[in-house]
């Protein structure tokens, strides 16, 4: 049966490559991108409905999903794949760090905007890592900067506790949430920008997020963790089992949209 999916950041990396896998599935695929160039060529070789939207602005996160909502009533799987890890400038005007605001809270904004088209049928597949580390509440709220690894790994840390807590809290009554790391080291722009390798082979990313997407395997998965590198549910980092820590983080992205 043909999906309709959401992709952002599809443009590059494993978002690219996991657009043009299930677009060769027969599925209905719409691309997000920061770059309008890229998004539209991508469009074009997809045949493909695209959207731009800078993610580390939270107006136009609210935009993009006001654009996806006034051409579709329904979506059936949403991957916030789109992730930054090393950049020029890591603090925003508003003094926030962009890994935060697009790793955590932009795709964080844009589930509960869809949470309406998704229904109790559909996924949402979040983009984790391998790398988690403890999150400082200070940081996400830019109030303490932190050097590239560190709010890189906080980041992912932060977007698998508001999946599991945000899966929690949906029950039955919404889409399945569920986050996964696609493996380390793969062969991405951000691999090799962040830590000068080659990376892995890409694929072994992309058959991971098709089969989060549509799979029966994670068809009870909300709520759970994936790690691709022991190829199985895992658990992640500690404070992720802690459901007063993870109150705490989507306590704090909730004061960030708000």
């Known amino acids: 049966m043909m999906k ?17 896998m299930l677009a060769d599935m027969g599925h209905q695929v719409l691309i ?28 136009e996160v609210e935009a993009l ?7 579709h009533e329904t979506l059936d799987v949403l991957i916030n794949n789109a992730g930054v890890f090393k950049v020029a400038e ?17 795709p964080y904004l844009l589930t509960r905007k869809l949470l309406p088209m998704l229904g109790t049928s559909g996924r949402v ?3 984790s890592s391998a790398a988690q580390a403890p999150v400082d509440l200070n940081a996400l709220m830019g109030k303490t900067q932190l050097d590239d690894m560190g709010a890189y790994a ?29 493996g380390s080291l793969l062969a991405s722009k951000m691999v090799r920008e962040g830590f000068g390798v080659t990376g892995s082979d890409l694929g072994i990313g992309v058959d991971i997020l098709c ?16 790690d691709n590198d022991s190829k199985r549910f895992a658990n992640p980092q500690a404070d992720a089992l802690n ?9 704090s992205i909730e004061s960030l949209i708000h």
């Open 32 to 59: 997000h991108g920061r770059n309008p160039a890229k998004v539209e060529k991508l469009a074009a070789e997809l045949g493909a409905e695209s959207y731009v939207a800078d993610l580390s602005d939270l107006t």
């Open 90 to 106: 890591p603090v925003l005007g508003n003094g926030l760090d962009v890994r935060f605001v697009v790793n955590t809270v932009a």
């Open 211 to 226: 089969r989060a997407a549509l799979s029966d395997e994670f068809a009870d998965a909300s709520g759970k963790y994936y």
């Open 65 to 71: 999903a006001t654009a996806v909502a006034e051409k």
């Open 4 to 20: 309709k999916i959401l992709i952002t950041g599809s443009t590059d990396g494993i978002g690219l490559e996991t657009a043009r």
């Open 125 to 127: 597949v979040n983009l």
């Open 243 to 251: 459901p007063a820590m993870r109150k705490e983080v989507v306590r």
């Open 154 to 182: 906080q980041s992912k840390l932060a977007i698998t506790m508001w999946s599991m807590e945000m899966a929690k809290e949906l029950g039955t009554n919404g889409p399945a949430v569920i986050a996964v790391n696609p």
